[in-house]
């Protein structure tokens, strides 16, 4: 299959961008959308042109590195698939897709469609660890955790990091990233101890790197390849508001 691409191509931090025009061939219906620009890099690189940059690692929705806006919506239009699980299937001969990066205030574009999510380290630096030292595996039997509540907490803990609720999010609110993390920590008993300190520290870094809030859009869990729930933000703001009513005003 033959098809037209319309992609952002900017040299770097701060220069000014465009969608520039490319026509890639002999695209197989088997292959994902990042072996499809796999192609046309080789073809750009056949003609001596600079090729086009964009995060991957994995290539197996594992990892939340690729990046990508396919038509105008993060991931591309495949639900619950990072853009290196769509495949190319979904489009025929002929079709023009539009390929932009992640854009967003936190998300400052470094080159093409790569945008620097660095952001996101800086937030789980901030509080989204355990800090107290819990040993080796611990017995299971030793610290019983409800059925449902270690079936939310791993549900939380599928979140990769990849950035698209933001990317998807009008307030471009990094919320549901937080909120996946630390739902992720406060449903378990090893993550009762941090709490406050947590949930006040990685909100207060998450307004810092310049992400908006949460005003139940609902485009994030639209969006999120991994199906990071809603309610994980309700988690989010009932233990942002018990730490700020527990924490002395200093
Ligand atoms: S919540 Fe979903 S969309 Fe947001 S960073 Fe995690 S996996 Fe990506
Ligand atoms: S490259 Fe790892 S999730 Fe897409």
Redesign the pocket.
């Known amino acids: 299959m033959n098809l037209t691409l319309r992609i952002w191509r900017q040299k770097g931090p701060g220069i000014p961008g465009e969608l520039k025009t490319y026509k890639v061939e002999g695209i197989l219906p088997d292959m994902s959308f990042l072996e499809m620009l796999d192609t046309l890099n080789e073809q750009l690189i056949g003609l001596g042109e600079d090729p086009v940059a964009f995060d991957h690692d994995c290539r197996e929705g594992i990892c939340?590195m690729c990046s990508l806006v396919i038509d105008g919506r993060p991931h591309g239009k495949d639900p619950l698939a990072t853009s290196c699980d769509n495949r190319m299937r979904r489009y025929k001969d002929g079709d023009t897709i539009t390929v932009e990066p992640f854009r967003a205030r936190g998300f400052p574009t470094v080159k093409d469609l790569v945008a620097d999510r660095s952001a996101f380290d800086r937030i789980l630096q901030a509080g989204g660890f355990v800090s107290v030292n819990t040993g080796s595996a611990p017995e299971a039997n030793a610290a019983p955790v409800p059925r449902h509540k270690a079936e939310l907490a791993m549900d939380a803990a599928?979140?990769?990091?990849?950035?698209?609720?933001?990317a998807a999010c009008p307030n471009a609110s990094a919320m549901?990233?937080v909120a996946?993390k630390i739902s992720q920590l406060a449903l378990l008993p090893q993550g009762g101890p941090e709490r406050e300190r947590r949930a006040l520290a990685m909100m207060r870094r998450h307004d810092k790197e310049g992400f908006g809030n949460c005003t139940n859009e609902g485009e994030?869990e639209a969006?999120?390849?991994?199906g990071?729930k809603l309610s994980n933000i309700a988690r989010l703001n009932r233990e942002f508001l018990r730490a700020s009513l527990r924490t002395p005003v200093e």
């Open positions: 939340g599928s979140c990769v990091g990849c950035g698209a609720c933001v549901l990233f996946a994030c969006t999120c390849p991994k990071v």
